[in-house]
């Protein structure tokens, strides 16, 4: 065993150097150095985003839109407007056969006619049977009956005419006229078909007024002013920017897209034709649209702020810190918030780790998301 012992510490003795060094993963205090660098962030420029910011399609249309149809049923043999057409006040947009309308109303005259001639006799009859009963040659049961007959001759006429003036509205009803002048916006029927009272026939649309209209859903709508502004262009033209304001939204959701209807009132001027395409911003056309993810937001006390970052450097790498900024937002639409005050174009800010920072801790160089 001595021997054994010996043996080992000659060895241990012979051992060069180096071999007595700590391996690499045993370096603490280089690690600790490491850990004490700066760590990345995942940032975002913020800047204008034009058009491609928050957009939401939309169609224009007039403010003043009437459905039009007819009062009585029949059979439609003429439609004189098309999809497009612009019409003047008082102008024949479609008809109804009267064919069998001319017959009822004959049918209601002849019977006026005759229910005159009843009541005229019956009058007669009772003046007689007065002055009967008056020489006491009539009883009071004759002049009673009489009474009742006039009576009854007199409601008589009366239906018999109130039947006339419905069957001339009816025949008068066979013929739509322009209300106001327009366009026609839709067409519902075609001629020959056989329409109910009521039915839609078309759809005539003011030209005075227009206004474009955008579905949003409630968390858009949540905090949105009464006189909010907004940017309207055509995907095909977007250099013509008009703007339009809020003016009024559908109190009720659709019961399918849960959306609800924002209508917005367009300038006299503006080149947009009714029923078209178009696309619209929150904002005005020459305020630029600075926006966020959803995920840069972080609510301390109530208050939304975010973390931005100031660098000692125009480098990407430079050396940085980060700060907290309250701003105001509006609500969020397809993941990105609109930023309306608190930051301007060219600030840098965090969007990734925000729950892990720390007013005024340093931050390393900047990684693109």
Known sequence: MARILCLGGALLWTMPAVALDLPAWLNFGSQAQEQSAPRPVVTEIVEDRGEAARWVPGVVQSRTQVTMAFQTLGRMVVRNAELGDRVRTGQVLAELATEDMAATTRAAQAAVD???????????????????????????AQLEQAQQAAAAAAAAAEQARSELVRAQDSQNNATMIAPFSGVVSDVFEAPGAVVSAGAPILQLSAEDRREAVVDLPESAIVGLPSDATFTVWQRTDPDKQVTAVLDRIDPMADTATRTRRLYLTLPSETPFRLGALVRARLGSAGEPVLTLPAAAIHVVDGRDIVWRVTREGEAADAAGRVEAVKVETSPALQDRIMVMSGLVEGDEVVIRGVHSLQDGQAVGRRVVP
């Not at 007689?128 to 009883?139: C, D, G, I, Q, Y």
């Open 114 to 140: 005759a229910a005159e001639v009843q009541l005229s006799t019956a009058r007669t009859t009772l003046q007689r049977t007065e002055a009967l009963a008056a020489r006491n040659v009539a009883s009071d």
